[in-house]
């Protein structure tokens, strides 16, 4: 754990300590900073069982909403710090991956508990919801609470911000903050808003910590150093830590044992100079770890309040001796064009205070540096938290970090997340290093005939981004290189898109942020089928759905809208009292996918000049985990639409247009169900004895049938029995294969179809704006509807046909079917006269003549009566 371990050693020697009480005794208010990296479960609303469902995103507003008012009525007045640091390239800090590796093994645990279990993970197993931080920014955004987004080293930041601005105290979890000694040291990981009205945690004597440690004041910063941390990794004093008597590996190691024999040792040391405990602890000054340890003990000495004073600079976080803290010069392209560049031109209403540029490194691609006003611009944002975090990554260095989603890392049912949302990140690394105009630009100089000097510049302008990915096959050892892809249509410059404020500039912004998203369709800005707060949801339904691979089904694209416009979404109480039922681990990883795609979404929007506004993107408005959960679980079974939405009507209307707005213009072709294993007519398959064979019966006749034996001995063999079909062979349930989505152009099949069976023929999917055809079963060569050869079943039943219109008083009787008994006795006979009540659909095939036109429109209407208000039923295959 390194310098952590001095937080895990100093746990106990906490006082319990009343914010608001402590507040009492400030009479001009009580200031402090908080690190929201230590406490995210706790502004979260604290623990809840429901937290892997996806986010309850109106509950943490709540809470929120309570804290502030609880803040404001004590006179506490909090400053909330988030990581947005980034990492030196080319290397990761350990930490990171340290974090990311113990991420991952609980989203196995989780994933592994909900499957076995069906019930919601306990609190050991804790990880971040997905698009937390940005639900956190915006709503302390919206309830005015200041926050501050680190740029190069979080703990130096927050610490500097403290000094700076002379809060009165600190409240964090990280061991550096012992090191750093700050007015008051408060526990994040303790904070706890009690019914009591009260503001409870811990405070730490930090001022104590040397003669607790009986380490000279001094020597502080040394010891810290030796107990290894981000410059100084623990596997390189390895050979130190068995000097001192520590044969075991570090991870074993109680942090009391640690840190006693490292402060005895540095105690011990005759001088407190760090040329001489280098020798003392390498041997020599010439070695690479001497030069990190001094490194090391600086690091500490910047954050302390002496070191403070000489490291700061009056333009930001800057070492003194840094001469590129100076404002850089404007580019030709930049000072020609007469824009405002101190904010965006959607958000002309905000003040932004001006400060210096951040330090842009030069990548080996031939794309140039971004623009300099983008950089300031990009920089204050970032800053106050105006901004995605990954925007500066991206401008400054490069590269970004994509942390661990709740998803299967096997991924059986859904893609990688990360992976299958690159093309909006592509998209928008184009439009930020202005790829397009770069092209055009080079495209033009070349037709009038300039000379091109270097055979590099000959290549198209391409920026390349490094993405560090952590996944099994690659735990953050190598970033995946990611070039930028610019959009079909000439975009304007990223100047352009932030700082423009005519017409035609707000209109672009919109349509490149809807082309990211591949939602440049006319009904997606149609208010009346897209609400505006529910335009994220709906560019990143209908990115999922253009994929080439199939997710989703079609009753889950419907859970998804029914959540957005149900009744319940902002009523928080009654969703935390509500129970979820049928919790699987897909509707967890659909909850996460969708999340993740509306973190994209927020990264294209900032990226294109903020056309949709920052508070009706919050995510609370359209998404809420536990109450998807449940509808993904109510849709499997609903007979139709009505029957999802609570027999809201207008809730269907609203459900029906929105989908016909994600649709338009696609030929989309849903995921397929599971297929259930059923037995004799409705009875469900029973697994009887391992060594058993089996046989599959329909109404007396044998479909399927599987014979007996132990199982496969090989040891990637499936461990289930091998079934086969009779007439149908069924498609791979994990093949993501088929046909692609098609726009205006039409395209063929995707790259990705899987094959068709030998003599079979591909079904193609009813469309959203017909009547779903009954299936139909060939058996000896007669052509026979499944619901014939079913009992009757209850009212009740959830797997009962509805496509039948009911009674309506006009006169209309139901038509009788056949029973099983009949049907079996029928298909006995062979090729011999059946009987004379013959279904519709058979007296459709077997009839000769042609149709009459009025019957065809009569049953037409009828249809489509029958069709009204069901029309988002599942279809039942």
Known sequence: ?????????????????????????????????????????????????????????????????????ALAEHQVALCVCFNGAHPTPPALPQHWIQTQSTYRQRVNSVLRHIVTKGTPPPKVWWVPPTGLHSCLRTALRYLNIPIMVSSDDHCQEVVGL???????????????????????????????????????????????????????????????????????????????????????????????????????????????????????????????????????????????????????TASGRRPKNNKKNQKPDMSPQSTSLDLDTSKLASESSEHEPTTSAAKHIQSDDNCPPAPAEVLRTCAERH???????????????????????????????????????RPIRQNVYAILYNMHHHRFMAQKAKDEGAAIASTSSERPSTVQVAEWIFSRVNPGKNPEIVPGIVLDWPVPTVQRLWFGTAQDDKCRRMRAFLSCMRSDTPLMLNTSYVPQHLLILATVLRFIMTSQIQILRRQELDAFLATAFSNDLMNALHLQEMTVQGMSSRGVQLGALVM?????????????????????????????????????????????????????????????????????????????????????????????????????????VVVGQWGGGSYPTHPRAPRYPQVSYVGYTPTPR???????????????????????????????????????????????????????????????????????????????????????????????????????????VAQTLEANGPLDKNKVAEISHSSDQEHFGQGDAPVNN
């Not at 609370?620 to 939405?645: E, I, M, T």
Request: proline share 6%.
């Open 734 to 840: 994990n093949a993501y294969g088929g046909r692609s989505w098609r726009g205006g152009r039409g395209r063929g099949r995707g790259r990705g179809a899987a094959p068709l069976p030998r003599g079979a023929t591909r079904i193609r999917r009813p469309r959203h704006h017909e009547p779903a055809k009954p299936a139909t079963l060939s058996i000896n060569g007669k052509t026979v509807r499944p619901d014939d050869m079913s009992p009757p079943a209850d009212d009740g039943s959830p797997h009962e046909d509805s496509s039948q219109p009911e009674n309506d008083g006009e006169g209309t009787q139901p038509q009788k079917t056949k029973t099983g008994k009949n049907i079996k006795k029928n298909l006995g006979k062979g090729k011999k006269k059946s009987s004379n009540h013959k279904t519709d």
């Open 162 to 312: 403290c000094r700076e601005k002379t809060y009165a105290g600190l409240v964090g979890c990280s061991g550096e903050y012992l090191v750093f000694q700050p007015p008051r040291y408060f526990s994040s990981s303790q904070l706890k808003l009690t019914y009591r009205s009260s503001l409870e945690t811990k405070e730490y004597m930090v001022h104590d910590l040397p003669k607790l440690l009986d380490v000279p004041q001094d020597r502080l910063c040394l010891m810290a150093a030796l107990l290894g941390g981000v410059i100084l990794s623990e596997q390189s004093l390895t050979d130190f830590y068995k000097r001192l008597g520590i044969a075991q590996k570090k991870q074993q190691v109680p942090p009391e044992t640690l840190i006693k024999s490292v402060g005895q040792f540095v105690k011990d040391l005759p001088s407190s100079d760090i040329d001489a405990a280098c020798i003392e602890i390498f041997g020599d000054l010439n070695d690479l770890r001497a030069a990190k340890l001094k490194q090391a003990v600086q690091y500490y000495l910047n954050g302390t309040k002496d070191g403070f004073l000489k490291y700061r």
């Open 596 to 700: 993740a795609g509306a973190e994209a979404a927020l990264l294209a929007n900032d990226a294109c000049g903020a056309p949709v506004p920052w508070l009706v993107a919050a995510p609370w408005l359209y998404f809420d985990g536990k109450l998807l959960q449940r509808n993904l679980h109510r849709a499997a079974h609903c007979k139709h639409l009505a029957q999802l939405c609570d027999n809201h009507l207008d809730t269907v209307v609203k459900v029906e247009r929105m989908r016909k707005a994600i649709l338009e213009g696609l030929e989309v072709e849903f995921a397929m169900p599971p297929l259930p294993l059923v037995g004799v007519v409705g009875e469900p398959l029973a697994w009887r004895g391992r060594g058993r064979g089996a046989r599959l019966e329909i109404a007396g």
């Open 383 to 421: 800053t106050r938290g105006l901004m995605h975090p990954q925007m500066l990554s991206i401008l400054t260095h490069r590269q970004i970090t994509l942390p661990v989603l709740m998803e299967d890392d096997n991924h059986r049912e859904i893609p990688s997340i990360h992976h299958f949302f």
């Open 1 to 69: 754990m390194g310098i952590q371990d001095l937080q895990i050693f100093l746990e106990n020697e906490g006082v319990g300590v009343d914010l608001f009480r402590v507040a009492r005794t400030h009479p001009g208010g009580f200031r402090l900073v908080l690190d929201a990296e230590g406490c995210l479960d706790r502004l979260y609303g604290g623990y809840f069982s429901d937290w892997a469902c996806g986010g309850q995103w109106a509950r943490c507003v709540q809470f929120l909403t309570t804290l502030a008012q």
